[in-house]
């Protein structure tokens, strides 16, 4: 029995039958191109070889077998030339290779007895002739069908041992050399054969495992690793294709914004921030239908986008449905985590006709959302696009400004609520700009922090309150605002405090305001900032407390020396118990923590005589006066002077 050499089929790193299936289609690839010119070539050198016989062999050898061989050979030639355009699967794949090892093997055998019987007809040279021939065609038929290593192998270890021995027999003298000569050729050509196979193996597993990468690679450039939504280079690659194909159907974008996850990342570390984004996604994907898309563009930014034309009611509809399903507690294994979305949508083609202003109409319309009704949906609206406008002009103006000559502060007065004093006053910004004339503070401050401008502000704000307050009496102190921006910006921080340094102005009688919604932004980077703050000797005040994502955390682990009560709960007091109570609650904590209390938003009598018998320290509001400007704080301060007691500063 003939023993062939262990051919290597598969890979370990490729399931076995992917690998074959790919081999089989590599095989047959190279016999389409191979096999046609190899039986044309064999039927040449079949009617070579009877002509060599025609005078000494009879007729049914010279013509009738080389005949039938060679029509074989041009029919099959014809075969796989056909081949080459036809569409084939796997299972064709495997008849046709089944149908070329039968074939070849059928041919060979037949080419062999064929000329074996000849070489009997045959002289010394002639047979030595035919011999070379033979064989030479053999290694060409065995080169030929490397892809198919076992029926190489085994015709060639079958046939040309054979003629090798009948070449010293029957030949001339010296014909063993020969035969030696050319056996030492053919396991040389076994040996080439057998690495012929191997490296086509190999070959194969490297472009599998290549595409395999590729695929991956793939997957990850259009795939959110964390939740396996769309990425957002799929979102929008995704909604171009969609507009180019349906230029004139309708489409819906909208741009999703969770709130309240920033705190339970912060509070309770990555791994359950990545938990509660798995989560939302899940949750999401329940909304997939046919022509809905669902994507994570980032951090928790999610957005969606569905074909057709739904009205406007069931876009707002579908938004609420999202809203409520992102509200519902999550139950994880160490707490429930509770938070809320805002949505903003925008339409194809009534708001914008490509994909990138899609986005940025939801996307405004998220932040519109967000400022004004939070926890909601919101379809963009054409006064959006007068706010967007407006924006822009104030961005680009804001880039452009000189801060120096444009900037103003104004100061508002903080009273002690028992005696009536002023202790200090809070420095506003305000701006006045050669083309927009007088902007205010709640339109451009925004869009300030938004950039890097809002460093430059602060710069200019911060240099003229320290110049003013420099020349105030030394009881009376100065309150200034930073934003989150300031305060995780290294290089800017660092220019706040030599600002201070070389302004003359006790860094002991400057407060510095943060918010919430500051430390909620990047808490680790915004509490080292305050302890920088706190060494260079200023104070720090927790401004707006309430209003954003109150936690007792913030309070505990920073150096805070003042919490600032929310304006809406000072407004609130008289018609609500609630407010009332809560107002109360944070007076009395800070009285337990050995902090002072302030409150902001003061309009009325009432409302200061709750907050005095709340025991709140420190208050301002129009009540006692709204902003003067530099020149008339010392008039303000001087009339406070005289009627101390009680708050008669009314504007």
Known sequence: MLILPNIPTFSKLAPASRLEQEIDKARLAQLEAHLPVLYSVLAFNVLTISTMFSRVAPPVLTYGAPSLLALAGLIHALFWISARSKKIDQKQ????????HRFAIAFALGYMIWTLILFS???????????????????????TLAHLPRVALGLSATGVPIYLLLLPIFGAADTDLMAINLMMFALFFGYILIG???????LVEAQLRSADLAGENGLLAYT???????NRREFFERLERVIAAEADGGLVVGVIDLDGFKPINDLYGHAIGDRVLRECAARLELFVGEGTTIARLGGDEFALFLRGAPSDFDILQLGAEICAAL????????????????????????????????YERADYALYFGKQNRRGEAILFAPDHESKMLLNARIQQALRNAEMDKEISVEFQPQLNVRSGRIVG?????????????AVPPEHFIPIAESSETIHRLTRAVLRKALAAARDWPEDIGLSCNLSPRDLVSVRALNQFIALIESSGFDPGRLEIEVTENTLVADFDHTARAIEQLKAFGVKISLDDFGAGYSSLAHIHRLPVDRIKIARSFVHEMRASSAARDIVRSVIGLCGDLGLSCATVGVETAEQLDLLREYGCEVAQGFYFGGPVGADGVAALVAANRKETGRPALRA
């Open 93 to 100: 794949t495997g008849a046709l290779l089944k149908s070329a």
């Open 121 to 143: 007809y045959g002289d010394q040279w002639l047979r030595i002739q035919l011999v070379f021939m033979v064989i030479i065609t053999n290694f060409v038929f065995g080169f």
């Open 196 to 202: 012929s196979a191997r490296d086509l193996n190999k």
């Open 224 to 230: 959110d690793s964390l939740t396996g939504l769309p």
């Open 327 to 358: 509200k519902a507690p999550m139950k994880l294994a160490e707490f429930q985590a509770g938070l809320s979305a805002s949505i903003g949508f925008a339409r194809y083609p009534k708001d914008a006709m490509d994909a990138h202003r899609l």
């Open 425 to 437: 006053f809070e420095a506003l910004a305000r701006w006045t700009n050669p083309e927009l004339g």
